[in-house]
């Protein structure tokens, strides 16, 4: 065969070359120069004013200590709660928050990741504010499945109002408006996140196992959707022997685990020895954990990754421009406004 | 003439191209390749031309068939009853199209058809005929979506599809562009306005009643004491004010992006700056106008990234320096990094923001000059476009003209653009397709690729319009281009990975592993019998099309034909074992299959000249093969080692088998029942011996369970701290009493703090408070 080069190409099959280098944006390489690195004080601000003991302090750790292991820059982050001493966590963030109305933490959060999307948004609530003035909010948030993590703070008590029952507080409990402890069934706000269609992530842990919190709250974090965790919080200025039982028996709670869900170190799985493994898809399951009580089930009891994103679905690339703005709220007026007779808007805009 | 004197002829003519009177005949223009045969007549096929060159739709759509739109319609009328119909007539006006394309005749040559002109000339051309064909061709051209020109293979068909898909994909540039540019100028005025908005200034009563000018004369715009507001809000909330270096960098980016002349502005704007151009003629004026633009292109391309940090709020005038134990690391302040924006060199990915520069030349006019000014703009790494068009690849090269008699006289083979090529392979960042113009729209998504490519792209097309193939459309010859490997199809993508392997891409060709492609070919003889053959096409065939080199080839009257006369490869191989042997007197010719006017089979014989020249192009064919990974003899040298000394191996490993003892395994049996006790240990005694190891009599937290409730530091902030995961620990068990640490054992709701033996023995009420501890001990 002829063996010369062919046209000054020289043969050769293991010739490599170095790739061509990857478009590099300038943007790109100055932001990573600046990268940030985060200390847990980056998040902290104000001395948290909630009772000693309260268990709102280990939810906080638990979200700074996220913040900082995600690296989140506080200026793109928002806490965001209703009313309520839990929903004073905003306020021990060093991050953009919004301590809004009882209530209505949902659809202010859902309104910020409309209009800001390149914000993590994190929603605090109390049983009261989430379950009860709430509920309806949080129904449709969960339908809706906007990306945010949102914290239930469950304490079974209204606390910052001085003990008045909330839905999720047991029958029987004496509280300030039940005084012969309280007479209906407690609201199961698992049962009713897992009722409600397009639920695509529900989680459920308590806050004395911080190692727990943390996991939990992290897969929430990650996962993209609505993530609904319920966080039995100990109120011990109203409640303060409540959760002993809980608290003192580590057979008390159910560890769920799994390859898709958490999984569980070898620290905890010494002292926690009652386990479940659990494959988050499986919903019946997940409904039938979630009916139970005692011992407490902790861990994810649903997860479903497939579920459309509201913002996603109804995504809007126009450039909200002023004008754009206007015109849209010009033509909607429009179809009200009645000119008279011989009048149009061209011609009142011309003169 | 005896059949022993007419093979010495034949013999004579392939030696020396030499007639002699022997009976042999003259190749004219009546002959066609045998595989040409049944394509007398283009416009009577459905083939993927005439091409839309679409203006709608996706870049992906940019380049369609006539044939393919038509086929998709009728796909997509699959559940139609008139589907069938509407059908029929979409071929007819296909043929209809392809007619007026191929025959203009309201049309001057040359000038641009229109699609939607020429669908509807042909609809009522037919409907004359029949009338529901209007109603076919209305609800085919719904189901298009597509417009714009309709264009044959022909000379201006490199050239109108590569500015195409050229600008289809500046179109798509431009569209970013302004998205961009619009989104960061709505955002930096959002800036420069909250200044005016939140300064004293923008809080006077005058502007405070200018935001209700809708309300203006209205009852509420006159009741409500705007001078009480204006002072309410001075007085309330500190003027906020931008530095004044910021504003002015705001503003001068918003002024830079306002002004740029890189793409044609949405809106149309007063004063007498126009958008720049980006198609040349020539390599040497791109270069110049990039030359030009250079600073503009600088000024634009930094003031959209200091855009870009200052929405975000990212941008630092000055560094910092981190100082940690031993290093110090520091990071330079954008003011610096931007000083100096551009001085090194635009990179390719930044520059991709803006429109690419295309050249289209053709290789005809390509001097010395402008050869390197093409090498130049190509080893630049911009992202230049440049499209060399061949019309001639067949042209003798420059030592010979018109005849290869002479034996040092070679076919160019397209040496212009070869030589453009093998460079522009050499410069190894450089896009490359090599086409021929009947092949572009199947290379279409290659040519999208190319014209995306973040870097330089070169793409060499022949067009087919050689002016020495008769009336042969230039499809066909364009075609017959790449059949023979006369111009074969490369796509070579710098980006695809990193070694020839990966980048380099020829299976675009007919039968790439092959030699030359082979058909089969079937026609009747004189008895009407069916005869089928196996014909390659091959370079000979391609020559034979041309009329500068019929007279390489003869024609053999039937009655002569013999034994002797072999088929072109098989004579390239036989040739070379005479050479070896010595032979002078061959005892074979090389022939090749063409068919006569009046669809006869005719063979006519291949002089020496010609079938060398074919043997020329089959070892360029054959390294390109290489490269491209196929029939590759480093890899098969590679193989034949690697086989070799696998059975070294194996040979050995047989040996030391046949010597070595049979391994013996035993099972393991796990002592599980052991395991399983060691395991249900309980928890309190786990943690009491934990704290009898470790700890001794000192006192401990379980750190890691701390829920930070605050109960111990505030029993003791010295003696309980929290550490950088806020957990509490402790910090100095000498800062307090152990009253306090077992208060603090007591208070602690996970019970996690565990205050082991009092240290001082002279602590009052050691004896009450030890009972106190020994549960959390
Ligand atoms: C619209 C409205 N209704 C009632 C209240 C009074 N209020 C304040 S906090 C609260 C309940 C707090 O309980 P919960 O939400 O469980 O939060 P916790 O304090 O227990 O964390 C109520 C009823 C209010 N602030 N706003
Ligand atoms: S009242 Fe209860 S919930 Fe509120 S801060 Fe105190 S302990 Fe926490
Ligand atoms: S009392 Fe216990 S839980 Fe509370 S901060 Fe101290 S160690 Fe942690
Ligand atoms: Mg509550």
Not at chain 1, 325 to 337: H, I, P, Q, R, Y
């Amino acid at each position: 065969m002829n063996d010369t080069t062919m046209n000054g190409i020289a043969k050769s099959g293991a010739m490599t070359f170095p790739l061509p280098l990857a478009p590099v944006n300038v943007n790109d390489c100055l932001l990573e120069l600046y990268e940030e690195h985060y200390e847990l004080e980056d998040y902290q601000k104000g001395v948290p004013r909630w009772c000693t003991g309260c268990g709102d302090n280990a939810i906080l750790t638990a979200v700074q200590r996220l913040c900082r292991d995600e690296k989140l820059a506080p200026e793109k982050t928002v806490f965001v709660s209703g009313i309520g001493c839990s929903s004073r966590l905003p306020h021990y963030m060093n991050t953009y928050g919004f301590h809004s109305l009882h209530g209505r933490a949902l659809p202010i959060a859902e309104g910020i990741r409309l209009a800001r999307p390149d914000l993590k948004v994190f929603v605090n609530m109390g049983d009261g504010d989430c379950c009860s003035i709430g509920a309806a909010h949080w129904i449709h948030a969960i339908r809706y499945n906007m990306n945010m993590t949102a914290m239930l703070h469950d304490n079974n008590i209204y606390g910052l109002t001085k003990k008045q029952a909330s839905p999720t507080s047991p029958i029987g409990l004496k509280t300030n408006t039940t005084p012969r402890g309280s007479y209906l069934e407690a609201l199961n706000p698992l049962s009713v996140t897992l009722g409600v269609s397009n639920v695509s992530f529900v989680a459920q842990v308590v806050d004395w196992i911080p190692k727990l919190l943390y996991q939990t709250l992290s897969a929430a974090y990650h996962h993209k959707g609505f993530s609904f965790v319920r966080i039995i919080q100990r109120c011990p200025e109203w409640l303060p022997t409540h959760m002993d039982d809980y608290l003192h028996d580590p057979q008390r709670v159910l560890l769920l685990h799994h390859e898709n869900g958490l999984e569980i170190d070898s620290e905890l799985a010494k002292r926690y020895t009652n386990m479940e493994e659990h494959d988050p898809s499986n919903l019946n399951r997940a409904r039938e954990i979630a009916s139970g009580s005692d011992p407490i089930p902790v861990g994810i009891l649903y997860r479903n990754d497939d579920v459309p994103l509201y913002e996603e679905v109804r995504s809007d690339s126009r450039l909200r421009t002023t004008s754009l703005v206007k015109n849209g709220l010009e033509a909607e007026f429009d179809k009200f406004t009645i000119w008279p007779e011989g009048q149009t808007r061209a011609k009142h805009e011309a003169a | 003439m005896n059949m022993e004197v007419k093979a010495q002829d034949q013999i004579a003519f392939y030696l020396t191209g030499q007639h002699n009177g022997s009976g042999l005949k003259p190749l004219d223009r009546s002959y066609r390749p045998a595989l040409f045969a049944r394509h007398a007549d283009l416009t009577a096929v459905r083939y993927d031309f005439p091409l839309v060159l679409n203006s709608e739709g996706t870049p992906e759509r940019a380049v369609l068939s006539l044939s393919g739109l038509v086929d998709e319609a009728v796909e997509a009328l699959r559940e139609d009853k008139d589907r069938d119909r509407i059908a029929q007539h979409g071929y007819a006006l296909e043929r209809e199209v392809r007619k007026e394309l191929a025959h203009p005749i309201g049309r001057a040559n040359g000038v641009a058809a229109d699609f939607a002109t020429l669908w509807n000339a042909a609809a009522a051309q037919l409907t004359v005929e029949d009338s529901t064909v209007d109603d076919s061709a209305k609800r085919l051209w719904a189901l298009f979506h597509a417009k714009g020109e309709l264009v044959d293979a022909d000379f201006a068909l490199p050239s109108r599809v590569v500015r195409h898909v050229w600008s289809v994909v500046q179109a798509s540039k431009a569209t970013a562009f302004h998205e961009r540019a619009e989104r960061l100028l709505l955002k930096l005025h959002a800036i420069l306005d909250a200044e005016i908005a939140g300064s004293d200034k923008g809080r006077l009563p005058e502007r405070l009643r200018a935001g209700l000018a809708a309300q203006a004369g209205t009852s509420f715009a006159t009741t409500f004491n705007f001078d009480a507001m204006s002072r309410i809000l001075i007085d309330a909330k500190p003027a906020l004010a931008l530095s004044e270096a910021r504003r002015r960098r705001i503003q001068g980016i918003v002024d830079t992006i306002d002004r740029q002349r890189f793409y044609v502005p949405k809106t149309a704007v007063t004063g007498d700056t126009q958008a720049h151009g980006f198609v040349f003629y020539r390599c040497a004026d791109a270069l110049q106008a990039y030359k030009e633009r250079r600073q503009e292109a600088i000024e634009l391309l930094k003031a959209l990234s200091i855009a870009e940090l200052e929405v975000n709020g990212d941008y630092r005038e000055s560094g910092s320096t981190d100082v940690d134990d031993q290093t110090s690391t520091s990071v330079p302040g954008h003011d610096m990094i931007f000083e100096d924006f551009g001085a090194g060199g635009l990179d390719a990915g930044l520059l991709a923001t803006l429109p690419d520069y295309l050249v289209c030349q053709y290789s005809s006019e390509l001097g010395a000059e402008e050869t390197l000014q093409i090498v130049e703009a190509l080893s630049t790494g911009l992202p230049i476009r440049v499209l060399v068009q061949t019309d001639d690849l067949l042209e003798p090269s420059g030592i010979a003209k018109a005849n290869l008699v002479a034996p040092e006289r070679h076919l160019a083979l397209a040496s212009r653009s070869r030589q453009m090529l093998d460079t522009a392979i050499n410069l190894t960042d450089v896009f490359i397709l090599q086409s021929s113009a009947s092949q572009l729209f199947r290379l279409r998504e290659a040519l999208l690729r190319g014209m995306s490519y973040n870097g330089p792209a070169f793409f060499s097309v022949f067009s087919g319009s050689t002016g020495h193939n008769g009336d042969v459309p230039a499809y066909l010859v364009a075609a017959a281009a790449t059949e023979s490997r006369a111009f074969p199809t490369i796509v070579y993508d710098p980006s695809a990975g990193s070694d020839w392997s990966t980048r380099l891409a020829i299976d675009d060709n007919p039968s790439p592993q092959d030699a030359w492609p082979v058909h089969p070919f079937e026609y009747e003889n004189e008895t009407l019998q069916t005869r089928s053959e196996n014909v390659a096409f091959t370079l000979a065939d391609f020559m034979a099309m041309d009329d500068r080199f019929r007279e390489h080839f003869a024609i053999v009257p039937k009655a002569d034909w013999s034994e002797a006369m072999i088929a072109v490869p098989d004579s390239l191989k036989m040739s070379v074992k005479e050479l070896a042997k010595g032979t002078i007197v061959p005892s074979t010719v090389p022939c090749i299959t063409l068919v006569d006017e009046n669809f006869q089979v005719q063979r006519a014989i291949v002089n020496r000249r010609a079938l060398e020249e074919t043997r020329r192009s089959h070892a360029m064919w054959h390294s390109l093969q290489e490269l491209g990974g196929i029939h590759n003899s480093h890899a098969a040298l590679a193989v034949e080692r690697a086989e070799a000394r696998a059975a070294e191996r194996f040979a050995e490993q047989m040996k030391s088998l046949v010597t070595a003892p049979a391994p013996s395994v035993q099972p393991v049996k796990e002592p599980l029942a052991a395991a399983a006790q060691a395991e249900s240990i309980t928890v309190g005694e786990v943690a009491v011996t934990v704290a009898q190891e470790s700890h001794g009599d000192d006192p401990y937290i379980e750190t890691a369970r701390c829920t930070t409730c605050n109960e111990c530091t505030q029993v003791n902030s010295k003696m309980f701290a929290y550490n950088g995961d806020k957990q509490a620990y402790i910090a100095d068990a000498n800062a307090g009493t152990y009253r306090q640490l077992v208060e603090a054992a007591e208070g602690c709701q996970v019970s996690i703090i565990h205050p082991g033996k009092p240290r001082n023995p002279k602590e009052p009420g050691l004896d009450d408070l030890i009972v106190r501890a020994a549960p959390f001990n």
